[in-house]
């Protein structure tokens, strides 16, 4: 056993020093692909750490420098064209350079075409690159390659339906790669946020000075004492990450990465997460066999290191009726993100926040005597906990609602259904609603009025909701607006529609009843009738990639849409496409095919616009915007999700320019 805890502690360790290594955060690789016996493909790919970006090759003067490649002339060889880049940049605002800037994340793969005059080759040359994270950069560096080319064998290359598979893959990685380590960080502090909350449990807080206690005074000297508080403190690391990694295990990476849009998921995910509340809020208590926790308690008195290690486990399995639910809620949302980290990393962040103040009063003991002692108060903050997953649970209801078009859970409903929580919610801060025995003190302390204040103050912020009003501080958490029945706001804008849109809205556009626009918008769902309206109108087209669960694309649309800077562009120079890519409605029959680029077969509206996506524009990612003229060509570099109002409002003043620039 002491041998297998060293092995987790040794991989958990090179675990972070691996990610620590921060300076260094491009590695390159040189390889040569052969298409015939006279021409071949020099691929050279970027692996970017995350956080980081590297330079496009097209950067404007006054810009970062670009990455680029300079071939040495030699013997046996000549270039063709120029060097390519793919995927695409991605087109944002750099903070560094303070402009518009194109770069690209995770991975990019740049290529050269090569035309030979022999068999055998080596092509040289030197590549020149910067990369940069959001604060600061590194210097430009420049590396010389050589990659030898042996055409003598060479037959054409064919590309069958496992390479499409395999460029589908890759495409999703590259794709997703922004926003999956924006993903994995907020399920990392989800966690953390997890850890804490469940430190101040009744199960846990009070094990605090008697653990602290066996260590302080039992280990025997001091320096022995914080080296044991820290095993112990590895120990529930070490438990916690494990369970995530068998979660992923059990799941698999296929399951994991369907369950954000899947209704069987989220069923079974709300119906977790609301008897976890329930829970909470006092009805029952969720514990495991008394037999298994006595037995691993049993180990604990060996001694040694097995011994810490399995006080650890005894804590993690005692504590389960109030760590249960918390760590319920967290894997749950962690597998819905469908991130095949997602589990492991909140678990990491769970433990490391439960881990930390055992270490820290072995480290400071005196701080023993300034913590509040036990009481009422663990059980208030128990049932606070339960009143926020049970809010929160009808998020995963919300999910499947829109993509099977339910209409359950409208956006007034939802509101409605949110508002009741939490004005319960409030009434049992001040005391005035009661679930046990321990609620019978009737004295209530200034922080449990001060946050009953601040949960009262948030529901009467929800209430103009109920009429219309955007609330975009929770807008990403709510179904979207155009679901709602009665909408003052749509009233209101609906009367600056131009007459061009109600001459398209009067003609019966195609899925109109499925799909709505928010802030007045008449925006087209079907991509090529979208087009034959540009062109009959002379406009370009701003194609919206969306998602009914699409967390960004709700904020997109509450926070930068409705500001008049950009509201007025979509209203009256651009013809809007809305396509949402994870709706389940079944096309027809005569639309159903079989997809050339991912050889999967098409049958629902989402599968449709998300093969388009990826196909057309080599993304899946969403909210994605590309700015298109009446015969689908781009005309400026699409973007991404991004809350800069500013940044939006040129990103279509360019678009219509280049339009008109285009037409003249």
């Known amino acids: ?67 680029s490649f300079k071939f040495d002339k030699g013997k046996g060889y000549s ?30 793969e740049f290529s050269q075409k090569i035309e030979l005059t022999e068999p055998k080759v080596r092509v040289s040359g030197t590549l020149e690159f910067m990369v940069c994270n959001d604060t600061s950069c590194l210097p430009p560096e420049e590396i010389p390659f050589t990659v030898s080319i042996d055409a003598s064998n060479a037959t054409a290359k064919t590309v069958d339906k496992a390479d499409m598979n395999l460029k589908m893959s890759t495409i999703d990685d590259q794709a997703d790669a922004s926003s999956q380590n924006d993903t994995l960080w907020g399920i990392f502090i989800a966690g953390l946020i997890g850890g804490f909350a469940a430190f101040l449990m009744p199960c846990i807080y009070p094990m605090v000075p008697l653990t602290t206690s066996y260590f302080t005074k039992r280990s ?40 954000a849009s899947s209704a069987l998921f989220n069923l079974v995910f709300f119906a977790i997460i609301v008897v976890f509340a329930v829970s909470f809020l006092g009805a029952f208590e969720i514990t495991l066999p008394s037999r298994f926790v006595n037995k691993v308690d049993s180990k604990s008195d060996r001694g040694g290191l097995i011994g810490i290690f399995f006080m650890a486990f005894t804590l993690a399995l005692v504590s389960f009726s109030c760590t249960g639910p918390i760590i319920g809620y967290l894997l749950v949302e962690a597998v819905s993100k469908g991130s095949l980290l997602g589990p492991a990393i909140g678990m990491l962040g ?27 108060w663990l059980n208030t903050v128990k049932v606070s906990l339960g009143f926020l997953e049970l809010a929160l649970a009808f998020k995963f209801l919300s999910n499947v609602d829109l993509a099977y078009h339910w209409g359950i859970l409208d956006r007034e409903v939802f509101l409605a259904i949110w508002i009741v929580i939490f004005v319960l919610f409030g009434l049992y801060l001040l005391g005035k609603l009661k679930l046990s025995s321990a609620d019978q003190d009737g004295i209530i302390s200034l922080p449990r009025l001060f946050f009953a204040i601040l ?76 087009l034959d309206y540009a062109k009959k109108v002379d406009k370009p087209v701003l194609i919206d990639f969306t998602g009914w669960s699409c967390v960004n694309c709700r904020k997109m649309e509450a926070s930068v849409w409705p500001d008049p800077s950009v509201l007025n562009q979509l209203k009256s120079d651009y013809v809007l496409i809305s396509l949402y890519v994870d709706d389940k409605t079944e096309l027809e029959e005569s639309e159903k095919y079989v997809s050339e680029f991912s050889g999967k077969k098409i049958s629902r509206i989402g599968q449709k616009w998300s093969d388009m996506q990826a196909s057309v524009f080599g993304t899946n990612s969403q909210p994605y915007y590309v700015v298109v003229d009446s015969d689908g060509k781009k005309l400026v570099p699409p973007q991404a999700y991004d809350l800069s109002i500013s940044n939006y409002a040129d990103f279509l003043k360019r678009g219509k320019e280049a339009y008109q620039k285009k037409n003249n």
């Open 79 to 108: 270039l063709i064209g120029k060097v390519g880049e793919s995927p695409e940049a991605i087109s944002a605002f750099d903070p560094i350079s303070k402009m518009q800037i194109a770069w690209h994340k995770t991975k990019v």
């Open 1 to 67: 056993m002491k041998k297998l805890l060293s092995i987790f502690l040794l991989v958990f360790v090179s675990f972070l020093y691996t990610n620590a290594q921060i300076y260094d955060p491009v590695s390159w690789n040189f390889t040569a692909e052969n298409v015939h016996e006279k021409e071949a493909t020099v691929v050279i790919t970027a692996t970017i750490a995350p956080g980081w970006h590297v330079y496009s090759q097209f950067i404007e003067e006054g810009g970062p420098i670009p990455t």
């Open 220 to 259: 025997g000297s001091r320096s022995k004492g914080i080296w044991n508080a820290i095993i112990y403190g590895i120990s529930i690391i070490v438990i916690y990450v494990g369970l995530g990694m068998i979660i992923t295990l059990v799941f698999g990476a296929s399951a994991l990465n369907e369950a």
């Open 350 to 376: 769970f433990s490391v926040a439960l881990a930390i103040p055992f270490i820290l009063f072995a480290l400071f003991p005196s701080f023993l005597k300034e913590m509040p002692k036990s009481g009422g």
């Open 455 to 530: 949960i009262f103050s948030f529901t009467v912020y929800m209430v103009p909701g109920m009429w219309g009003a955007p609330l975009k501080g929770i807008s990403a958490w709510l179904p979207p607006q155009p679901t709602q029945d009665f909408d003052l706001n749509r009233l209101t804008y609906g009367d600056f529609s131009n007459a061009d849109h109600k001459d398209a809205e009067s003609s019966g556009k195609k899925y109109a009843g499925i799909f709505h626009a928010p802030h007045g918008l008449d925006a087209f769902y079907d991509y090529q009738e979208g």
